[in-house]
């Protein structure tokens, strides 16, 4: 970190968790919807499921309606040409099950951002560097990740980065925000949380990028940019 030491913490080395990964949520989520397909020459569509309800209109074999709900006795409700109304399936249509996935954007953003800045644990702290490569301090590090893994800009300080993002609370704190830690007044370092109760930081020049509990100092505020 330009301008203010980075104190050490406590040294922990650790691989990613199952533990650590589950707090990302789920990245990929899959639904699961119904059509059906009309199999009868014609099958009335009824205003509510059953046969004595008013008649709302025909479908006619080969058609294909996506089922907007289910209800009893093999009845479902879809959107025919002219209104919404109820079908018996057997024997007039087969129900097909039609899944579809949904990626989370944000969910992948922050693994994808904690997997790159993990990539460095093990690298050297240098007072003022700038590059993990070659060696980096706190704010020096925090601010090359977030560049790289998230093309998201910030300035080269533990003070400055502070003031970036929405600031959130321990308990809502995810994987990919920032942690502060402050000496007296004055905010002093930045690290990454990782989820599991760990971050990854720059820390002195004997420990290097390392990981920590993040509560091996009390932090002062969090922010998430993602």
Not at 4 to 16: H, Q, R
Not at 109 to 135: C, I, W
């Amino acid at each position: 970190m330009a301008g203010a030491a980075c104190v050490m913490g406590l040294l922990l080395v650790a691989e990613p968790s199952e533990a650590r990964a589950a707090q990302f949520g789920p990245e990929v989520t899959n639904t699961s919807s119904y059509v059906v397909k009309i199999e009868a020459p014609e099958v009335e569509v009824h205003t509510a499921a059953n046969t004595s309800s008013a008649k709302a209109g025909t479908v006619k074999r080969g058609q294909t309606y996506q089922v907007l709900s289910q209800a009893e006795a093999g009845w479902v409700k879809i959107q025919a040409e002219d209104a919404a109304g109820y079908i018996r399936v057997p024997g007039n249509a087969s129900l097909v099950e039609k899944t579809s996935q949904k990626v989370d954007e944000s969910v992948k953003k922050r693994r994808e951002t904690v997997e790159y800045a993990l990539q460095f644990v093990g690298g050297k702290y240098v007072y003022g560097g700038t590059d993990p490569n070659s060696g980096v301090d706190c704010s020096g590090f925090t601010r090359y990740v977030m560049a790289k893994a998230a093309s998201i800009s910030l300035p080269h300080s533990s003070g400055g980065q502070s003031s970036y993002g929405r600031e959130v609370t321990v308990d809502q704190m995810r994987p990919g925000d920032l942690l502060f830690y402050s000496s007296g007044s004055r905010i002093n370092h930045v690290a990454m949380y990782i989820g599991d109760g760990q971050i990854v930081h720059a820390s002195t020049e004997r420990t290097g990028i390392k990981t920590s509990p993040y509560n091996y100092r009390k932090p002062v505020k969090i922010v998430s940019l993602l």
